[in-house]
């Protein structure tokens, strides 16, 4: 990435790219602006649900760990569908398709993906210490399973 306008990125649910090519690490290697990663454990894919894509989330940690080492950060949260990171529609007509899991843990799931991905962009953008801080160490609220990473 060459654009110097671009000074950071986040990614929401993030795709390692088509499964049918199999891994493709060296799609990331050359990205070395700031990272933000967020995911979790149920964050399959909802376009091709019978697919190993469509039983875990794991598949989504791909692209954290082929970014090289450096500013970049992971935010998985154990629970966590699709949509709680495309809004967190708890209701609707999404909602009968959601996991029990996901819903019930929405508040939380949100809470936290709000206050880190605001702190990543007042760290990247405005240069935020305390923001830098905060990113430094697990965001409070993490359950037992949920995992922060950085670098």
């Not at 000074?7 to 990272?35: M, T, V």
């Not at 598949?59 to 966590?80: F, H, M, N, Q, T």
């Amino acid at each position: 990435m060459s654009d110097p306008r671009v000074r950071a990125f986040a990614a929401f649910s993030p795709s390692p790219g088509d499964e049918r090519l199999g891994p493709r690490p060296a799609a990331f290697s050359d990205l070395w602006r700031p990272l933000l990663c967020l995911t979790g454990s149920l964050d399959t894919d909802p376009l091709n649900p019978g697919s190993p894509r469509g039983q875990s989330g794991a598949w989504r940690r791909a692209v954290y760990d082929a970014v090289p080492s450096g500013d970049k950060a992971e935010l998985w949260l154990d629970g966590a569908d699709h949509m709680s990171f495309g809004g967190n529609p708890i209701t609707g007509p999404w909602a009968a398709r959601r996991p029990a899991t996901a819903v019930q843990q929405a508040d939380r799931h949100h809470a936290l993906i709000s206050t880190v991905s605001a702190d990543w962009w007042r760290a990247q953008l405005m240069d935020d210490a305390a923001a830098r801080v905060r990113l430094s160490a697990p965001p409070a609220g993490l359950g037992p399973q949920d995992e922060w990473r950085r670098g």
